[in-house]
T-cell receptor, first 111, second 112 residues
Framework: QKEVEQNSGPLSVPEGAIASLNCTYS??????FFWYRQYSGKSPELIMF????GDKEDGRFTAQLNKASQYVSLLIRDSQPSDSATYLC???????????FGSGTQLTVLP | DVKVTQSSRYLVKRTGEKVFLECVQD?????MFWYRQDPGLGLRLIYF???????EKGDIPEGYSVSREKKERFSLILESASTNQTSMYLC???????????FGSGTRLTVV
């Protein structure tokens, strides 16, 4: 079992809709979780991180963490074509110094 | 802003060649990492370093080695390149914890 699992997609949503990206993990000791966005041909860039159960909001993005169920999700409200990218979920390992990544979910926002 | 610079954007090498991928960061970060990224497999950790002259194997170290002689520079070495090492290689650095992970722009290596 992969340590961090993501649905590879592709996921398509119409412009203005809510995009929901999900991630599950196998290690109950995982501390913090990160969402990165990666445009085609570019390197990953951090969107946000979360370490407490519940929701964390930053602009159009909301991260949700449920440690009991071992999942973390990212909601993108009012999706825009510029949100079209691959979204990578990651968790901390190695005394919180390293990140272990999922394989990513490809999102396409249709105009 | 932290800058992580990888020396080459694209590289084409022949099977059996020794290949050096260089990564330099300019923010005095302690931690440096080398990942490779392949379609459907995500980012996989090759090697990492938490200090000068320190190195640790990641999940897929076979066929690779690394060098960290200075804090700002972390080199990935392919001792004898093979076609299955054709991939996108990403360097990253961070301060003490993973919260400040920053990636370089990547090196797309093709081994023919």
């Amino acid at each position: 079992q992969k340590e961090v699992e993501q649905n590879s997609g592709p996921l398509s949503v119409p412009e203005g809709a809510i995009a929901s990206l999900n991630c599950t993990y196998s290690d109950r000791g995982s501390q913090s979780f990160f969402w990165y966005r990666q445009y085609s041909g570019k390197s990953p860039e951090l969107i946000m991180f979360i370490y407490s159960n519940g929701d964390k909001e930053d602009g159009r993005f909301t991260a949700q963490l449920n440690k009991a169920s071992q999942y973390v999700s990212l909601l993108i409200r009012d999706s825009q074509p510029s949100d079209s990218a691959t979204y990578l979920c990651a968790r901390t390992t190695g005394s919180a110094r390293q990140l272990t990544f999922g394989s990513g979910t490809q999102l396409t926002v249709l105009p | 802003d932290v800058k992580v610079t990888q020396s080459s954007r694209y590289l084409v090498k022949r099977t059996g060649e020794k290949v050096f991928l260089e990564c330099v960061q300019d923010m005095d970060h302690e931690n440096m990492f080398w990942y490779r990224q392949d379609p459907g497999l995500g980012l996989r950790l090759i090697y990492f370093s938490y200090d000068v002259k320190m190195k640790e194997k990641g999940d897929i170290p076979e066929g690779y080695s690394v060098s960290r002689e200075k804090k700002e520079r972390f080199s990935l070495i392919l001792e004898s390149a093979s076609t299955n090492q054709t991939s996108m290689y990403l360097c990253a650095s961070s301060p003490r914890t993973a919260y400040g992970y920053t990636f370089g722009s990547g090196t797309r290596l093709t081994v023919v």
